[in-house]
């Protein structure tokens, strides 16, 4: 089990593939990119399921999302979901992805056993996507949705940012189109995980602007926190359901205290939190030949530790030192 100091008890597991990514989103990296890890520095595909396997049968663990970057460009990735899933207990997964190349392998993560995704769009107009992404593939994300959809990766959820003076007033028109498509829509509040730093608490759209829009066209019904659980996004039945939209309201409204998750990011570092600015090395224990209980041992060593919040509802939050694409969302 890893329980930490404040009761809090982890099963969600988030494991970053790689740093590297195929757009450059304006509020996560700069226009010319980052200095990606190094190949030696990424844990190997055999590392990779070996941390998931102990993590599953010793540490409690029942779902696993793979992230990045963009996962989608590790090679290895249906070998990876196909050999998580023939653990026992077989945990449940799932995977975060902009979409670009999703409509080629939606199907084969499918058979090798993942059960859902999350796709990231920000917008329904390709000139909005192009400027916030500084790439022209907006029809590639929408052929990628519909390939899970059809692939069964249910239910599909859609991750949403709105920023002022881009896509700010897009939120109706996507949760009409989320609706129409039998998708999940998640608004996220943008948070500080951008490399040049350029977030800025003053000006964001918050939570309450968004349900605020979104009240214009549509009746929204509180499901209440028995529906949530743990789930970060607070969800709200559209029009009396059976469709939901939900809001993650990271910064605004932190859900820190019913926190269940533990990162591995892409160069085997356990982080307690997307925040954290301590990371705990895993890597070297696995090529030093460290036995499986030991691992285990820095793993419930380092969720102890885990803090009681993020620190995003304190004003003189200052920005992790590790761009969102190192870490893993």
Request: proline share 5%; aromatic share 4%.
């Amino acid at each position: 089990m890893l329980i930490d100091t404040y009761d809090r008890v982890a099963t969600d597991l988030r494991v970053s593939l790689t740093d590297r990514c195929n757009l450059r989103c304006t509020y996560c990296m700069p226009e010319e990119g980052l200095q990606w890890l190094a190949k030696p520095d990424l844990l190997s595909d055999d590392e990779i399921v070996r941390l998931v396997r102990i993590a599953v049968t010793q540490l409690g663990i029942d779902e696993v999302r793979f992230t990045g970057g963009e996962p989608l460009l590790r090679p290895g990735l249906v070998s990876i979901v196909e050999q998580c899933a023939a653990l026992t207990p077989r945990p449940k997964m799932s995977l975060t992805t902009n979409g670009i190349g999703l409509k080629r392998t939606a199907a084969a993560l499918k058979a090798a056993g993942l059960d859902r995704v999350n796709v990231s769009l920000d917008t329904l107009r390709p000139d909005v996507f192009k400027t916030l992404t500084r790439r022209d593939r907006h029809h590639d994300v929408l052929a990628g949705l519909e390939a899970a959809r059809d692939a069964g990766l249910t239910p599909v959820k859609v991750n949403t940012v709105l920023m002022p003076g881009l896509n700010g007033d897009e939120a109706p028109d996507l949760l009409a189109w989320a609706v129409e498509h039998g998708y999940e829509l998640r608004f996220i509040e943008q948070m500080p995980l951008d490399a040049q730093h350029g977030w800025k608490r003053d000006g964001m759209i918050t939570a309450g602007d968004i349900l605020s829009s979104l009240r214009t066209r549509f009746t929204l019904t509180d499901e209440g926190d028995g529906e949530r659980g743990s789930a970060p996004a607070e969800r709200w039945l559209v029009d009396g359901g059976p469709h939901r939209v939900g809001v993650i309201a990271s910064v605004t409204r932190p859900f820190c205290r019913a926190c269940d998750r533990t990162r591995l990011t892409a160069d085997g570092q356990v982080r307690t939190c997307l925040f954290a600015r301590e990371e705990t090395d895993l890597r070297g224990a696995l090529r030093s030949g460290a036995a499986d209980e030991e691992i285990a041992r820095i793993w419930r060593l380092a969720m102890w530790g885990k803090k009681a919040g993020s620190g995003l509802d304190d004003p003189s939050f200052l920005q992790p030192d590790r761009p969102m694409s190192a870490i893993g969302g």
